[in-house]
T-cell receptor, first 113, second 113 residues
């Protein structure tokens, strides 16, 4: 089944404790991205990747890192999480770019205490 | 940077009434994409419009892309309870090497049976 998977689905952590949210897709998509969703603010793009080893900042990249060492995986890293990063995070992928239909993962709800 | 504005933020209707949400971009868009997010779910792609003035229909849903490729609308005829959710528009900026994807803040539709 074609899908985007994220892990974990729920995470409660404390300020400053490094964490990684994994994202994987099985559709051989080139474009992958991360979004955060907050009430009243919609979906905001954090980072995107056009292909392996090619990443770029979205609209809200501060406090986040990403890497794209393999085509199928695009982990989101929070080196020192803060409470303002409490949010619902979605990973998405598409065939080639932002110009194509985006396939979203199920989401990761992160709480930083 | 590019901004995508969506109105209204909320809309409550009686089942059977029509519903429209509007999307306006501060810059010309290469295309406009529409997504639906059910409560507790992830965004799911509905449709993409590419040409200036384009109109597409999906059963009771009608999508339009403005002549200047800076605005769009989604109209639902005779709403049903299954239409409940948040509707987002999204668009990549036209031209350049920027592959960001900017989403509107969404319109939350609730339907009273």
């Amino acid at each position: 089944e074609a899908q985007v998977t994220q892990n974990p689905r729920y995470l409660i952590t404390v300020t400053g404790k490094k964490l990684t949210v994994t994202c994987s897709q099985n559709m051989n998509h080139e474009y992958m991205s991360w979004y955060r969703q907050d009430p009243g603010l919609g979906l905001r793009q954090i980072y995107y990747s056009m292909n392996v080893e090619v990443t770029d900042k979205g609209d809200v990249p501060e406090g986040y890192k990403v890497s794209r060492k393999e085509k199928r995986n695009f982990p989101l890293i929070l080196e020192s999480p803060s409470p303002n990063q409490t949010s619902l995070y979605f990973c998405a992928s598409s065939l080639e770019s932002s110009y194509n239909e985006q396939f979203f993962g199920p989401g990761t709800r992160l709480t930083v205490l | 940077g590019q901004q995508v504005m969506q109105i209204p933020q909320y809309q409550h209707v009686q089942e059977g009434e029509d519903f429209t949400t509007y999307c306006n971009s501060s810059t010309t868009l290469s295309n406009i994409q529409w997504y639906k997010q059910r409560p507790g779910g992830h965004p799911v792609f509905l449709i993409q419009l590419v040409k200036s003035g384009e109109v597409k229909k999906q059963k009771r849903l009608t999508f339009q892309f403005g002549e200047a490729k800076k605005n769009s609308s989604l109209h639902i005829t005779a709403t049903q309870t299954t239409d409940v959710g948040t509707y987002f528009c999204a668009g990549p900026a036209s031209g350049g090497s920027n592959y960001k994807l900017t989403f509107g803040k969404g319109t939350l539709l609730t339907v009273n049976p």
